[in-house]
Nanobody
């Protein structure tokens, strides 16, 4: 089993920044992709970013240029630096682990999920 624990959410004003972290523990595979997803009130969960084992990143169009994903493989931790935040970024943010080193934007391709962390951006 794999456990994922997110942290770093909170309340921030529009234009501000937050940095989310996700620590993985347990039986992780040797190489894996970490993804970030979010779910806003009354909306379906959506893809935000993915980071491969080697650090290659993929982003949803509406966060490109504002969000930056990174990871520290030695610590099994991934990060999502979120800048220029907008009220529409308000959501619960989830990290997810895919046991293959192939990035995906599909929820169904991820095997483990964290509990989520709330991000609220005020206008």
């Amino acid at each position: 089993q794999v456990q994922l624990v997110e942290s770093g959410g909170g309340l921030v004003q529009a234009g501000g920044s937050l940095r989310l972290s996700c620590a993985a523990s347990g039986r992780t595979s040797s190489y894996y992709v970490m993804g970030w997803f979010r779910q806003a009130p009354r909306k379906e969960r959506e893809f935000v970013a993915a980071i491969t084992w080697g650090g290659r990143t993929y982003y949803a169009d509406d966060v490109k240029g504002r969000f930056t994903g990174s990871r520290d493989n030695a610590k099994n931790t991934v990060f999502l630096q979120m800048n220029s935040l907008k009220p529409e970024d308000t959501a619960v943010y989830y990290c997810a682990l895919r046991g293959y080193n192939s990035a995906s934007y599909k929820e169904s391709d991820y095997d483990y999920w964290g509990q989520g962390t709330q991000v609220t951006v005020s206008s």
